[in-house]
């Protein structure tokens, strides 16, 4: 089966802040980093890797925020964040560009 590739840049919400994932991939392998957006001008940022399998893919970020997803279209995904506390996060993104802009 084939990788769907995830590259670009993907959007979505939860409740109050806007999230902004970057995301570059290289064969199975998935980089980048999510800038999420609070109320008040708050910006948080949060580097991960990853990798795909098919459709589906997992990523995480070092202190153990963990993604775990699947493709729902070209432009579509969704899948559940589990944050440090444990609590799981239920999100799906569109892709807004083919283009990431990782640092």
């Given at each position: 089966?084939?990788?769907?590739?995830?590259?670009?840049?993907?959007?979505?919400?939860?409740?109050?802040?806007?999230?902004?994932?970057?995301?570059?991939?290289?064969?199975?392998?998935?980089?980048?980093?999510?800038?999420?957006?609070?109320?008040m001008?708050?910006?948080?940022?949060?580097?991960?890797?990853?990798?795909v399998?098919?459709?589906?893919?997992?990523?995480?970020?070092?202190?153990?925020?963990?993604?775990?997803?699947?493709?729902?279209?070209?432009?579509?995904?969704?899948?559940?964040?589990?944050?440090?506390?444990?609590?799981?996060?239920?999100?799906?993104?569109?892709?807004?560009?083919?283009?990431?802009?990782?640092?």
């Amino acid at each position: 089966m084939k990788n769907f590739d995830f590259t670009g840049i993907w959007q979505t919400r939860y409740l109050i802040a806007d999230i902004v994932i970057h995301v570059e991939q290289k064969g199975r392998k998935v980089s980048g980093y999510a800038e999420v957006f609070g109320f008040m001008g708050s910006k948080d940022l949060y580097h991960f890797l990853g990798e795909v399998n098919g459709m589906n893919v997992h990523a995480s970020h070092y202190k153990g925020r963990r993604f775990v997803g699947k493709a729902l279209g070209k432009n579509s995904a969704a899948g559940i964040l589990t944050t440090i506390s444990g609590s799981k996060l239920s999100l799906k993104a569109k892709r807004v560009s083919m283009n990431p802009q990782v640092i």
